[in-house]
Every structure is written in structure tokens, then in C-alpha cells.
T-cell receptor
Framework: QQPVQSPQAVILREGEDAVINCSSSKALYSVHWYRQKHGEAPVFLMILLKGGEQKGHEKISASFNEKKQQSSLYLTASQLSYSGTYFCGTQLLLNRDDKIIFGKGTRLHILP | DGGITQSPKYLFRKEGQNVTLSCEQNLNHDAMYWYRQDPGQGLRLIYYSQIVNDFQKGDIAEGYSVSREKKESFPLTVTSAQKNPTAFYLC??????????????FGEGSRLTVL
């Protein structure tokens, strides 16, 4: 059930763009995105729901392809503060409960 | 200020001892979660609770136990049956209860080391 994230790691220079992907083998109701800096708690970025609704920070953009059960997080004009590990969490459509399962994460490092 | 408080932040225990990690929230959230984080493994769900006096097993519940006697509290006990308990443990909560789509609020985590 664990969603698969790709790539596992990314190194960018400040100002460059990145895309992080999350895919599931099962039908999804929602996808969550979080960022975690080393030694800190994960911080909410965005939720994407089946049907197109999105909730999140204005500077973050993401997509949710319901047919393919895939979500992508778009980081444009990256800043040093974007460094960290990004996790996607998924809720299955079949379960219809509060269970949120996370992927293994994508490590993003921004160079000055 | 509203938030989630985990304690202790660091904990050392001898092998074979049970350990209880505390998680308290004052956000009035219905759902609470416990995740375990190991390097390269992401966040793995141990237990979650949607309402007081009810909880469900996650993907790695073996060797752990929880209780939800109060809405604000969701303590996790790492028992001696857990074969590899050394890890970083994160507690989280979310509003809206059953089948919620609210964001998760995480605590600062508890790092358990078993000697």
C-alpha cells in the first residue's frame, strides 16, 4: 500500500525547478504532501482530493491524476529554504477512513 | 498556543523494558496517529485513532500498544515484543474525524534508543 516516490533524491541549484512524483497501485481519495527538515517535524504543504479540490500553501503547486493514481509536486524557482525531505501521504478510496500512508520520501538539496 | 506535545524528546532504555511515549494535543482534533521513522523508510504508520476509545492498527503495529481514553491524549507503549525499537517516533493529529481530509499536525518527535 505504500506509495512510491520518485526520484529518491535531487540536487538543484538555487532558482532551478524540480518535480517530485508519487504513485499508488490502488485508487486514491486524497494525496498529502509534507516537507521535513533534518531533526524537525514534517510540515504540511498541500492536500489534493479526488474531484479536484486542493488545499495548501499559495506558493506550492501540485497535480493529482485520478486515472493514473499519481500526484506530482512542482517546486519552481527553488530557494535554499526548499531543502529537505518531501513525503507524499495517501488515503485509499476503498478504505474511506483516516488512515494515511506515506512514501519513503524524496531528499531535495538546493545549492547556492 | 495550540499544538502537539510529545515527551520525552530523547529516551534511552535497556532491552526488554517497556517504554511509554506521551502525545498530547490541544487542537481539539478527533484523529490522532503514531508513525515510526527510520532512515530511508519514510513514515510508517503504527496506530491511528479516529475517536476516543477506538483505535486501529497501522502497517507495523506488532510490538506496540496504544490507548485513547481522552480526546487530547494518545500514548504509545513500545513493548519488549518489538524486535527493533530504536527509532524516531512521530505523533500527529488531524481535525474532522472520520474520513477526514484535514492536514496532519506533527509533534516534535521522540527519539528512542534501546541499549
Amino acid at each position: 500500500q505504500q506509495p512510491v516516490q520518485s526520484p529518491q533524491a535531487v540536487i538543484l541549484r538555487e532558482g532551478e525547478d524540480a518535480v517530485i512524483n508519487c504513485s499508488s497501485s490502488k485508487a486514491l481519495y486524497s494525496v498529502h504532501w509534507y516537507r521535513q527538515k533534518h531533526g524537525e517535524a514534517p510540515v504540511f504543504l498541500m492536500i489534493l482530493l479526488k474531484g479536484g479540490e486542493q488545499k495548501g500553501h499559495e506558493k506550492i503547486s501540485a497535480s493529482f491524476n485520478e486515472k493514473k493514481q499519481q500526484s506530482s509536486l512542482y517546486l519552481t524557482a527553488s530557494q535554499l529554504s526548499y531543502s529537505g525531505t518531501y513525503f507524499c501521504g495517501t488515503q485509499l478510496l476503498l478504505n474511506r477512513d483516516d488512515k494515511i500512508i506515506f512514501g519513503k520520501g524524496t531528499r531535495l538539496h538546493i545549492l547556492p | 498556543d495550540g499544538g502537539i506535545t510529545q515527551s520525552p524528546k530523547y529516551l534511552f532504555r535497556k532491552e526488554g523494558q517497556n517504554v511509554t511515549l506521551s502525545c498530547e494535543q490541544n487542537l481539539n482534533h478527533d484523529a490522532m496517529y503514531w508513525y515510526r521513522q527510520d532512515p530511508g523508510q519514510g513514515l510508517r504508520l503504527i496506530y491511528y485513532s479516529q475517536i476516543v476509545n477506538d483505535f486501529q492498527k497501522g502497517d507495523i503495529a506488532e510490538g506496540y500498544s496504544v490507548s485513547r481514553e481522552k480526546k487530547e491524549s494518545f500514548p504509545l507503549t513500545v513493548t519488549s515484543a518489538q524486535k527493533n525499537p530504536t527509532a524516531f517516533y512521530l505523533c500527529a493529529s488531524s481535525s474532522q474525524g472520520a474520513f477526514n481530509t484535514g492536514e496532519l499536525f506533527f509533534g516534535e518527535g521522540s527519539r528512542l534508543t534501546v541499549l
